[in-house]
C-alpha cells in the first residue's frame, strides 16, 4: 500500500521563525546601542552631576564599563 505524500517546500511565510529570531536580534542591537549610549554619557558627566545621582567618578567608570550579559539600564531612579 503506497501513501502519498505532498511534499512541503519551506517558504518565508510558512514558518515565522526567521522573523522572531531577526526581531529579537534587532532589539539586542537596539539594547546595545541605548547602553553604550548611557555609558558614553556617564563618562561625560561632572563630579557635580555624578554626585546627583549619588556616585562617584571611581563608580561611574566601574559602571560604564561594558557588561554583556545585563540586560539592566546603567542608571536607574533610586527612591
Do not use: C
Request: cysteine-free; overall charge positive; aromatic content about 8%.
Amino acid at each position: 500500500m503506497a501513501i502519498l505524500m505532498e511534499k512541503q517546500h519551506w517558504t518565508p511565510t510558512s514558518n515565522n521563525w526567521g522573523k522572531k529570531f531577526l526581531q529579537g536580534l534587532g532589539q539586542r542591537i537596539e539594547r546595545y546601542i541605548q547602553l553604550s549610549q548611557q555609558r558614553r554619557a556617564l563618562l561625560e558627566m561632572d563630579a557635580h552631576q555624578l554626585n546627583d545621582i549619588g556616585i562617584n567618578r571611581v563608580e561611574a567608570v566601574q559602571l560604564a564599563r561594558p557588561s554583556w550579559f545585563s540586560k539592566k539600564p546603567l542608571i536607574t531612579n533610586k527612591k
